[in-house]
Structures are given as C-alpha cells and as structure tokens.
C-alpha cells in the first residue's frame, strides 16, 4: 500500500473507530464512512457491559497499551452483580478485581461510541456520517451484524434506586439466554435476550419488567425508551478475502454464548490496523488469539441450548460452589469457563456439526453460521395481568413520543 494511499473503513462503530485511530496514529489517511449519522446510533441508550474475563489482562491496560484511552468515555466499574437463578434464588459473584464495566452506546457525549469517534477524531480520522459507499471500496469492513443469531429487548427508564447489575438465568423470560437490569446513575435497564426466535417477542420484555418490578418493590421505573438489536454469530473460512479484513461482528466475531461482543470488536479493528501496518498476517493473528475463545464460547453455547432452567440452576450452582471453594472470588470461574481446555476441543467438533450451519456470505466467502433457533413449545404463554398492564402503558408513552431504536432489520 503506497504511503498516501487513503485507507477506508466501512462503519463508524467500535471496531471500525478501533482500527482508524491505530492508523491514523502511524500516519496514514483514513476515511471512515458510517451510514447513519451518528456513531453509536444504533444503540441510543442502551447500557452494555465490557468484559474482564477472556483475557488475563484488564482490557482497559490493553487498551492503553495499544494507544487507545480507556477515560475518553464514562464506564462504571463493577466487582459483584445479583445472579438471579431460575428458582428466583438470588446469590452474588463478586471479586476484589474489576469484573465488568459498564458503559452507555449511542450519540451521548459520555457514550463509548463517541469516546471513539472523539479518538479517531483526535488521531486526524475523516468520519463520513450518512455516507452509502460499497464495500467493494473499504479495505476494512466494519459494517456490524448482517443476519441474526438472537436478539436483545431493553427498556430505559429513571430511577432513584442505586447502581446496581442484575443477571438472570431463565428460560421463559429469556429463551435459551438471560434477562439483566442494570441501573447507573438514576437510569435503568430492564433487558432480555432471546436465543430462541419468537413471534408477538414483546411480551418477553413486558414479563421480564413485571418480573422485576415484583422483585425490586423499590424500583420505581419512569419509562423513557425502548431499545435493542440483533447478534450475528459465525466462523467465516477467512477474515482476510479479496485485500479485506473483516472486523467486529461483520466478521461474526461474537461471544456465542452472552453476546460479549464489545470486546472482540476493538480487540479485532487493533488487530487488522496492525496488520496494516506491520503487514503480519490478520487471518492468521485471529486464528490465533481470538477463534479459540470463540469457538470454546460455541460450545459453551450449544451446551446451554440444550440444558433448560435446570441446567441454568445447575450452572448457577457450581459458579457459587467454585467462588466457595476459590477465595470467594467469582471471576476465576468466569475465566475458567472461557478458557480452552480439552474435552471442549473435543466437544467443537459436536458444536459445529450442531450448532453451526453451512453459509456463504454476500461477498462470497464460505463459512459457518449459528442459525437463530426456532421456538420451543414452552416458548408458548400468555402474559400475565402486570405484563399486559406494562404492554398497554408503553403503548401510551409510545404515542406521546417514546422511542423504539430497534426494529427487525437493525
Ligand atoms: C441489545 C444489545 C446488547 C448488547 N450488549 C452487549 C454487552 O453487554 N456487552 C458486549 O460486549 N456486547 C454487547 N452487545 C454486542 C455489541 O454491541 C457488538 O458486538 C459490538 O457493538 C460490535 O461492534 P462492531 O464495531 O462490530 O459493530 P457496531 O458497533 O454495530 O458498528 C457497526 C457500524 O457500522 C454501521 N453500518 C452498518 N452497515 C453499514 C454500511 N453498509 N455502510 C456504512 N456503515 C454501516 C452501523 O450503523 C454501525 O454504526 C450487545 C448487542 C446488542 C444488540
């Protein structure tokens, strides 16, 4: 690549902003073309949480190292959150490390995405907002998810209650998946996630919210929003095809089993830049350190498809018994569950021929693809009289202008 040549980057989300910064940093001229008009729009509000597990080392050091500033957003730290079990039994994971941070997606000055957009900025970055270029002419393709492997429901509220993180293990209100709250600041999140396609999908959040107002009396939620989007779960063949890298989720770089996806995305965008620049092999550098956990997050994930609250109890159980056993800290078995280790190398075979299903993409690399499952037939159930209550009182925030950022096709 000749030293003036301009390098463009499809998506102005994490992963593309994470690529542009490191190369505009080493010099180069970098074009960012973003469809919407915003970085982050795709989110607008939603509270997400960065993993502190898949790696040995805390991501915010990773990211200083690789030139990236970790206080150019608003994060909040977290060491313990309530595991809520199926049974409604609620224990707390906790260490004296940092677990998980959370941080707010969208056009918020304080959100990541505009952390980014300010760094890539700051390194000398052109952002072209509404910008409809083809992918044939970026050299980085960055574009987010494509298809659908599960999906997200939230909805945003105020609060008085205090910063707080809530995961639940359910099946019914969160197919295959959990449900989370998380409240930061006077602002809440009631979120579930659905690994199963569902028809009328509403009244999962609906429940889920009535739910939790049940559990936290103290709650009182002044609903604001309504947000949510689509995970894209796939192993391509190559992530480098035709003088492209394929970064983030356009490359389906995911967290197959909770849809940790933040991470992969600025892990990857560092990586396909360096590859740029020091022309070392991307395909390769993914193959190397990020496939293993994902491929260990498919199988982790094939194995909770097939297990149902009790296997949900099952997994609540053990994460507590080995806190127990550890030091009272938690996160050890986070970072044991994500690490490869041989009877899951064995299980990827079971995982791939179960799990994933063959897929060409529109650029016409071949690869595997976690299908979205269809619906079971406990899928099947009438809301209850609170959650229809919920449904009706968002129908009339709704028509006095409360905002829904998500629809199918997001
Ligand atoms: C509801 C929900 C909750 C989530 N919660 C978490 C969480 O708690 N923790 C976590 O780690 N991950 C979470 N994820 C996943 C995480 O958001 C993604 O994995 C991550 O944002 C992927 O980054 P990316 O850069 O690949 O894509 P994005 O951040 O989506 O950026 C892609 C950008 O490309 C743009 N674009 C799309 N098509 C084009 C085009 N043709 N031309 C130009 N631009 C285009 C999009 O508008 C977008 O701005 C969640 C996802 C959802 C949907």
């Known amino acids: 690549m000749a030293e003036d040549d301009v390098i463009r980057i499809l998506g102005a989300g994490l992963s593309g902003l994470a690529a542009a910064t ?27 949480g960065l993993e502190n597990w898949t790696s040995p080392k805390d991501f915010f050091d990773e990211m200083v190292d690789w030139g990236l500033d970790p206080k ?52 000398g970055v052109t952002i072209h907002y509404k910008s409809n270029v083809k992918s044939e002419d970026c050299t980085i393709i960055a574009a987010g998810p494509k298809e659908t492997s599960a999906v997200a429901f939230g909805e945003v509220f105020r609060t008085s209650f205090p910063n707080h993180v809530a995961f639940q293990l359910n099946d019914k209100l969160a197919p295959g998946a959990y449900s989370y ?48 989007g689509k995970g894209d779960f796939s192993i391509p063949s190559t992530y480098y095809s035709n003088g492209k890298y394929y970064v983030g989720e356009a490359g389906g770089l995911q967290d197959f089993m909770w849809g940790f996806g933040m991470r992969y995305a600025v892990t990857s965008g560092v ?50 018994r080995h806190q127990r056993k550890n030091g009272g800290d938690g996160l050890l078995f986070m970072e044991r569950i994500y690490r490869p280790d041989l009877i899951r190398r064995f299980l990827w075979m079971f995982t791939n021929r179960i799990l994933l299903k063959k897929t060409k993409f529109p650029d016409g690399r071949k690869g595997r693809r976690m299908p979205f499952r269809k619906a079971l037939k406990r899928d099947s159930w009438e809301m209850s009289d609170r959650a229809k209550e919920i449904a009706e009182e968002w129908k009339g925030i709704r028509s006095s202008g409360g905002k829904v950022s998500f629809s199918e096709s997001d």
């Open 271 to 320: 990586m396909a830049a360096n590859s740029i620049l020091n022309g070392t092999d991307y395909d390769a550098t993914i193959r190397k350190n990020l496939l293993p956990l994902i491929k260990l997050s498919a199988t982790n994930r094939m194995l909770l498809d097939r297990v149902g609250d009790r296997g949900f109890k099952r997994l609540a159980n053990i994460w507590m």
């Open 72 to 123: 150019s957003f608003k994060s909040t730290d977290f060491r313990d959150m309530s595991l809520i079990h199926p049974d409604d039994v609620v224990t707390t994971p906790k260490s004296e490390r940092i677990a998980f941070r959370i941080v707010e997606r969208g056009t918020d000055e304080h959100c990541i995405d505009q952390g980014f957009k300010r760094m890539a900025l700051e390194a």
């Open 181 to 228: 709250l998380i409240v930061i600041d006077g602002v809440g999140l009631i979120c579930t996630c659905l690994w199963r396609k569902q028809k009328r999908s509403n009244r999962y959040l609906n429940e889920t919210i009535a739910w939790y107002e049940n559990a936290y009396p103290e709650l009182d939620r002044e609903p604001i929003k309504r947000v949510g």
């Open 22 to 48: 490191i190369l505009a940093k080493a010099g180069k001229k970098v074009e960012v073309h973003e469809i919407r008009g915003n970085s982050g729009a795709r989110f607008d509000g939603d509270f997400q």
